[in-house]
Nanobody, 122 residues
Framework: QLQLVESGGGLVQPGGSLRLSCTTS????????IGWFRQAPGKEREGVSC????????NYAGSVKGRFTISKDNAKNTVYLQMNSLKPEDTAVYYC???????????????WGRGTQVTVSS
């Protein structure tokens, strides 16, 4: 059974950092693209970052480019999202997802975790 579990969320002050982890099981991580998405209250779920199945290609939403870094460790079946210089507008539930198509389009991802809350506040 294919599963994704997010962890690493929490409360952080503006300017701070968090590292989210997406631990996967039931499939080979190098067979799927992995995306990070987030959803703030009252807003649509939006793509944040993605990494190709090979790990050789990454992409970021404009709002996080230069602040967030996505990476993967196939041996640990885990994808990471390092988030630096966090802003209050980064507050959301963050989800990781697996799909066969690389990109930031939510509909391209078939398998989803349950999310982890990130709150940026002083």
């Amino acid at each position: 059974q294919l599963q994704l579990v997010e962890s690493g969320g929490g409360l952080v002050q503006p300017g701070g950092s968090l590292r989210l982890s997406c631990t996967t099981s039931g499939f080979r991580l190098n067979y799927y693209a992995i995306g990070w998405f987030r959803q703030a209250p009252g807003k649509e779920r939006e793509g944040v970052s993605c990494i190709s199945s090979s790990g050789g290609t990454t992409n970021y939403a404009g709002s996080v480019k230069g602040r967030f870094t996505i990476s993967k460790d196939n041996a640990k079946n885990t994808v990471y999202l390092q988030m630096n210089s966090l802003k209050p507008e980064d507050t959301a539930v963050y989800y990781c997802a697996a799909g066969s198509v690389y990109g930031l389009v939510r509909q391209d991802y078939a398998y989803w975790g349950r999310g982890t809350q990130v709150t940026v506040s002083s």
